[in-house]
């Protein structure tokens, strides 16, 4: 079955650098693209980009633009979402989550989270 | 705050009907499919409706979507205690060139 694990719990201080691991497994990785959506405490989801499975295209939100890179390793079944420059609002459930396309896209498998804390 | 809105919140009894509004624009469900999540307490989102109103498999047939011009709605029939979560509603944006969800609605079972 579609498995997605992702990395765990990141505490970083304002201003550093995070990278998230998600590890595929079920399927053809390189046939899925794979999006990242995060979570802040008590708030609603917010879509952070998504990444085509063979690394070949990226999109992402515009409030992200320049602080965030999605890249796949398609030898280990894995996507990475790195995020710089880090601020206390970025502190929030990071998840991956697989993007299925028929006609219209959407996300049918989700990683477990990943909390990124982001304190002094 | 999102372009998409959803009320904060919906209940019902056992049994009943429970009906969660979902309004967007032309930009985003006025041309394009809408997608449902559930996303139960402490756990990873899931998707019960995906392209208006198709079901995946495994979802219960309580579960249907439906969307007209620029609004979207999910309906829960024959509510049941484990239905009781957040629901959040989703599609692309050609204005942001990006995918957003709704606020999420907030179901409880009484």
């Known amino acids: 079955q579609v498995q997605l694990v992702q990395s765990g719990r990141e505490l970083k201080k304002p201003g550093a650098s995070v990278k998230v691991s998600c590890k595929a497994s079920g399927y053809t990785f390189s046939t899925f693209g794979v999006a990242w959506v995060r979570q802040a405490p008590g708030e609603g989801l917010e879509w952070v980009g998504w990444?085509?499975?063979?690394?070949?295209?990226?999109n992402f939100a515009q409030k992200f633009q320049g602080r965030v890179s999605l890249t796949t390793d398609t030898s280990t079944s894995t996507a990475y979402m790195e995020l710089r420059s880090l601020r206390s609002g970025d502190t929030a459930v990071y998840y991956c989550?697989?993007?299925?396309?028929?006609?219209?896209?959407?996300?049918?498998?989700w990683g477990q989270g990943s909390l990124v804390t982001v304190s002094s | 705050q999102s372009v998409l809105t959803q009320p904060p919140s919906a209940s019902g009894t056992p049994g009943q009907r429970v009906t969660i509004s979902c309004s967007g624009s032309s930009s985003n469900i006025g041309g394009n499919a809408v997608n449902w999540y559930q996303q139960l307490p402490g756990s990873a989102p899931k998707v019960v409706i995906y392209t208006n109103d198709q079901r995946p498999s495994g979802v219960p047939d309580r579960f249907s979507g439906s969307k007209s011009g620029t609004s979207a709605s999910l309906a829960i029939s024959g509510l049941q205690s484990e239905d009781e979560a957040d629901y959040y509603c989703a599609s692309w944006d050609d204005s942001l060139s990006g995918h957003v969800f709704g606020p999420g609605t907030k179901v409880t079972v009484l």
């Open positions: 990444i085509t499975g063979d690394n070949s295209r990226t």
């Open positions: 989550a697989r993007v299925s396309i028929t006609s219209w896209p959407y996300f049918d498998s």
